[in-house]
């Protein structure tokens, strides 16, 4: 089954652009259903409110839950000393299988990093471009699995991404997603150097086309199984499905 592993859906209250813009699933399910994509990880949209968001979102996966899988978005900072009970709500109540954050709200903490620990969740943390940070966070949190989308920076910052795929090959914690990448040269590289096993299919969906996305994959030109890998086997394996 192919799964996209990186959805966002849901209300936005930002009204900035489409990111932070209510994220309707509609083009997106029936582009999906036609690329044969069974499943997708669906993620709030940018939201000043992410419990009221991760609530919508909830919903979207309870009404067909054969096809979606949802991570609970939370901002490092904002959310701060409430991040465990969030996650607890999204993990209990709501089923979701994973943390999202990104460092347009606020760089990763400490405490988003223990929560996932504690609940035994992968984080799919967009650092915008500081791959950096993929050095810290596998040294400090070996016990964490790390999703750094879009090879590093979905902004096509060259320099960052590349930066990435050396920590991404050393690292047993580390992985990324295609979502947007465009150089399609380091996203073989990636592979390459890293291995089918650390690198999940994504979209960035709805405003990218999962199909378009989809058929990067298929020009990677993988074996038959580490191309199941990338395309859906990697992210059960880090949900523990």
């Known amino acids: 089954m192919i799964i996209d592993c990186h959805c966002h859906a849901g209300p ?12 309707g699933l509609g083009r997106y399910a029936r582009r999906a ?19 009221r968001a991760n609530a919508a979102v909830a919903r979207l996966v ?9 991570f609970a978005f939370v901002h490092a900072r904002r ?10 709500t999204a993990v209990e109540e709501y089923g979701f299988r994973g943390i999202k954050l990104h460092r347009h709200d606020a760089p990763i903490t400490g405490e988003v990093c223990e929560v996932a620990q504690h609940f035994g969740l992968p984080v799919l943390y967009d650092p915008v471009g500081a791959t950096s940070v ?36 050393r ?12 150089r399609f040269d380091l996203l073989e590289e ?23 996305e989809l058929e990067k994959i298929r020009l990677l030109r993988l074996g038959a199984g580490d191309e199941a890998l990338v395309l859906g086997g990697n992210l059960l394996r880090l949900i523990g499905a």
Do not use: C
């Open 190 to 212: 990636a592979v390459r150097r890293a291995g089918a096993h650390k690198v999940l299919f994504g979209s960035d969906g709805p405003w990218l086309h999962p199909g378009v």
């Open 12 to 23: 936005g209250d930002g009204l900035t652009g489409p990111w932070d813009s209510n994220a």
């Open 134 to 169: 993929a050095e810290l966070l596998a040294v400090q949190y070996p016990r964490v699995n790390f999703i750094l989308p879009h090879l590093g920076s979905f902004a096509d910052d060259w320099a960052a991404q590349q930066a990435l795929i050396a920590p991404l090959a």
């Open 79 to 88: 959310d701060a000393g409430r991040i465990a009970a969030m996650v607890r």
């Open 171 to 182: 690292h047993r914690n580390i992985h990324t997603d295609t979502a947007g990448v465009r």
């Open 62 to 70: 309870a009404a067909e839950p054969e096809r979606y899988l949802g």
């Open 33 to 51: 259903r036609e690329a044969g994509i069974g499943r997708t990880v669906l993620l709030a949209a940018f939201h000043s409110d992410y419990a």
